[in-house]
C-alpha cells in the first residue's frame, strides 16, 4: 500500500513556474511507477506525465512537452512536476498517482492516488 501526498501548488501569474511534490509512504516506493494528472472544473482527469521505477524513462501529454519536467528521487520518496511557461489553462487541481508498472495516461490504470494540490494560474 502507498500513500501519497501532494503540495506545491499555489496562484501564480501567466509565464511563472511551480514545483509540485508528492510524497509517498512506504518502503517500496522505488518500485513504483509514478503518474501526474490534473482535473480542472467540468473537465475529464487529464494526464500530464508519467515516470517509472527508476526515473530513467518518462512520457509526456503533447501539450505539456517541454513546459513541464516528471523527476524522482527514491531515496525522499517523491516525485516532482516542475512546472514552466503556465498559462490560465494550466489552472486545476493536480494529482499524483502510483501503480506497479504503469506510467501511462491511462489514470484507470493506476492502482493510488493522492487527495490534489490545486494550481490556479492568473492571467
Known amino acids: 500500500q502507498v500513500q501519497l501526498v501532494e503540495s506545491g501548488g499555489g496562484l501564480v501569474q501567466a509565464g511563472g513556474s511551480l514545483r509540485l511534490s508528492c510524497a509517498a509512504s512506504g518502503r517500496t516506493f522505488s518500485r513504483y511507477a509514478m503518474g501526474w494528472f490534473r482535473q480542472a472544473p467540468g473537465k475529464e482527469r487529464e494526464f500530464v506525465a508519467g515516470i517509472n521505477w527508476s526515473g530513467r524513462a518518462t512520457y509526456y501529454a503533447d501539450s505539456m512537452k517541454g513546459r513541464f519536467t516528471v523527476s524522482r528521487d527514491n531515496a525522499k520518496n517523491t516525485v516532482y512536476l516542475q512546472m514552466n511557461s503556465l498559462k490560465p489553462e494550466d489552472t486545476a487541481v493536480y494529482y499524483c498517482?502510483?501503480?506497479?508498472?504503469?506510467?501511462?495516461?491511462?489514470?484507470?490504470?493506476?492502482?493510488?492516488w493522492g487527495q490534489g494540490t490545486q494550481v490556479t494560474v492568473s492571467s
Open positions: 498517482a502510483a501503480d506497479p508498472a504503469f506510467y501511462g495516461s491511462d489514470p484507470r490504470a493506476y492502482d493510488y
